[in-house]
């Protein structure tokens, strides 16, 4: 407190407060996450404003959402207190964070938020599906659950095929793209066989499903040049903190063309720079691999690690340097880095994410003569057949078997 507010008035008038006790912890909670002080004070001000007004009534989300639709549209109350709904928002969240509580989307209640609770733990721990494949296939359970209006058990068993396919055949039409529509239809396959499984329904509705069309080798993968990956490269400023950090990040996945989740995945302890092997786990297919290095990513981890990197407790390789500093990254983190470089490159109409430049890696090294199994080992593919789709892209072989174009023919009397 003596640090953050110089003032003895300002230390004395938050003390006073109805939560003065949670206001200190807060203040040093603020202090850890490593907010800026004009951030710090701001978030500190919207949470005295919330005491005042909730006096010595318990804290909890129903409180906080009351304050905020409620009292500060028609707020009245003298400085400090702050009335940016936003950045009330954030203040709260970040209190609810320190009391070890968040905000969580309700499963809802009564029979519907019975079936998605169960449905959660059924993908989870039998399963084994990962967190954001959990998030979107109870989204769908949801949905469909809400179209048909279920509030109870008997309802799941008048449910038809023909209703199911009409279901599904609808809300597809609505996906911009055949493989968004593939994965409702997985979706809701997954969920008709929970029900079939716990015998909510009596029987296997997940054959009237019906498939979307997208055949795997229509199309070619979308890549880019080498030239333009170094471009990318090259607008990295590695004087700073996160530019040493953002040109580790970019190597990774134009060296050795990982995915955002394998980056995001790495851990310090996962990093030999003496012998250049880089161990991780990739949680798509939950194995451990090694992988060697080139001299360029090595040098580029070994800056960051020395004098990049915050000192903090994570065991992440790549953490976010600006406040919660300190924690591991995640994959839509890795993401954002490639993004806002490609911006910065002048290539964010053709760099919309971190697969772009993992195809582009793997078409350089088939062009270059890399035959599909050591391509599918290095981006652990573990079928040769998704490797085969950038067998297209070799030109060069292309060309060695193309066959002459038809042109006039003489007509022989």
Not at 54 to 70: E, N, T, V, Y
Not at 126 to 131: E, K, V
Not at 261 to 269: I, T
């Amino acid at each position: 407190m003596d640090f953050v507010f110089r003032r003895a008035a300002v230390r004395a008038r938050i003390v006073a407060n109805p939560l003065g006790a949670v206001l200190q912890r807060y203040v040093a909670h603020l202090v850890y996450r490593g907010h800026r002080a004009s951030t710090l004070h701001q978030y500190v001000f919207a949470a005295e404003h919330f005491g005042g007004w909730l006096g010595r009534r318990p804290i909890d989300i129903a409180s906080m959402d009351c304050f905020i639709r409620h009292h500060l549209p028609r707020c009245r109350c003298g400085k400090p207190a702050v009335r940016n709904i936003r950045c009330v928002r954030a203040a709260l969240n970040r209190l609810l964070e320190m009391l070890g509580s968040k905000r969580t989307r309700p499963a809802g209640t009564g029979l519907v938020g019975q079936l998605l609770r169960k449905y959660e733990n059924h993908l989870v721990h039998t399963c084994g599906l990962s967190c954001a494949t959990v998030r979107y296939r109870l989204r769908y359970a949801r949905e469909l659950l809400r179209r048909f209006r279920v509030c109870r058990t008997r309802q799941l068993r008048e449910w038809s095929p023909v209703q199911m396919a009409q279901y599904v055949s609808s809300v597809g039409r609505q996906q911009r793209k055949p493989s968004s529509g593939q994965v409702l239809a997985s979706s809701i396959r997954s969920f008709l066989r929970f029900l079939l499984l716990h015998g909510l329904i009596h029987r296997n509705l997940a054959t009237a499903v019906p498939s979307f069309a997208n055949w795997r080798l229509a199309s070619l993968p979308r890549s880019i040049g080498r030239a333009d990956l170094e471009k990318l490269i090259r607008t990295v400023d590695t004087s700073t903190a996160i530019g040493k950090r953002d040109l580790a990040v970019l190597l990774c996945l134009t060296e050795l063309g990982l995915r955002g989740a394998d980056v995001a995945a790495l851990r310090q302890d996962g990093v030999d720079l003496a012998s250049g092997i880089l161990c991780f786990r990739r949680p798509k297919q939950r194995e451990q691999v090694e992988l060697p290095m080139t001299r360029r990513l090595i040098a580029a981890i070994r800056h960051y690690l020395h004098q990049g990197r915050p000192a903090c407790s994570s065991t992440s390789l790549f953490v976010i340097h600006r406040a919660p500093v300190g924690i591991g990254l995640k994959p839509i983190g890795i993401r954002g880095i490639v993004i806002r470089r490609a911006v910065q490159a002048g290539l964010g109409h053709r760099i919309g994410g971190t697969h772009v430049i993992r195809h582009t890696v793997a078409t350089e090294l088939i062009n270059l003569g890399a035959s599909l199994k050591e391509i599918a080992d290095l981006l652990g593919h573990s079928s040769i057949d998704t490797t085969s789709i950038y067998a297209k892209v070799d030109m060069s072989s292309l060309a060695r078997v193309a066959l002459p174009w038809p042109g006039k023919q003489e007509v022989i009397p």
